[in-house]
């Protein structure tokens, strides 16, 4: 059984159907990342997704995602023991390094290849999801 510590979770009774709304932004967001020819653009939209992604499948859970510092990582984490799929925690945390790199110190700037191999895990992901009968 997987644990949702109350620091990050809130135990929210939503519906099927409130769940299965949460994945329409994250499905919007990988479109948006699959049409773009900006390596920029892809990164962020297939973070974003990913992000969505988890917090969609936390909902199914029967729990909602409270913003606060390190909620990131936790949607991560539960993404990838909801998914069991651990290249979420390792792929999806070095997304996120790599977003705060570029959003708290201008570090980061993402190239064709790496932004082209994050869509296509992103997608892996949709696809486990689908799989799993989440969606």
């Known amino acids: ?12 009774p939503f519906s099927d159907e409130q769940a299965k709304q949460f994945l329409r932004p994250a499905s919007h967001d990988f479109k948006i990342a699959q049409d773009s020819d900006i390596p920029d653009v892809i ?5 974003d997704s990913l992000i969505k992604i988890g917090i969609a499948l936390i909902a199914k859970n029967g729990y909602k995602v409270r913003s606060v510092a390190g909620h990131h990582v936790k949607i991560l984490e539960k993404l990838g023991q909801l998914l069991q799929y651990e290249d979420v925690v390792i792929l999806g945390n070095k997304m996120r390094q790599e977003r705060n790199a570029n959003l708290y110190k201008g570090q980061f700037f993402v190239g064709e290849k790496a932004s082209s191999e994050y869509l296509s895990f992103v997608g892996k992901v949709f696809k486990k999801t689908k799989e799993k009968g989440f969606i």
């Open 1 to 12: 059984m997987i644990n949702f510590e109350n620091r990050y979770f809130q135990k929210v």
């Open 43 to 47: 990164f962020k939209f297939s973070y």
